[in-house]
């Protein structure tokens, strides 16, 4: 009869554990109407056992609170890219695209956050622990500016023990 350990690691081998990694907060990222590509805070992968096979990965970023302080009703222009590599001897990757006309923001108002999960699967940059590099692409709104207030951006990581 199989020992409980060995039951635990085949019941383990049908799932597939998700992690999530989460970047430092941004106290503040301004959207103005010129684009510009912004640096996000790295992403840092640890705890990953090894000898595991990465089966997805994909990232996303919240915030806490959306302000315009152009004096028009405001939202992004184009759309726009958040995108991940290695930090050493990566490619940007594209894990999530902010659709033109997004973050919709009254004049002058101030809204509440927003999260934007992604859904493209970035497993062949993102291959187990390390820093990953975060940058937004051309970032950029209809008037400025956008403040979206205490970014994060996170990585979504799901293995398969084998």
Known sequence: ???????????????????????????????????????????????????????????GIFWGETIDDSGSANKLLDNQNLQVRKSVGGTWTTFLTLPDDCIHIGASLEGSGRLFPGYTDVKAEVT??????????????????????DVVVYLQVTYQLT
């Open 1 to 59: 009869m199989p020992g409980i350990n060995y039951l635990v690691e085949q019941m383990l081998k049908l799932q597939s554990p998700l992690a999530i990694f989460a970047s430092a907060p941004i106290p503040v990222i301004t959207i103005s109407a010129t684009a510009t590509t912004q640096s996000l805070n790295d992403v840092v992968i640890s705890g990953i056992p090894s000898g595991v096979t990465i089966a997805r990965v994909t990232g």
């Open 128 to 149: 187990g622990n390390g820093t990953y590099n975060i940058q937004w692409v051309n970032s950029r709104a209809d008037a400025s500016n956008i403040l979206l207030k």
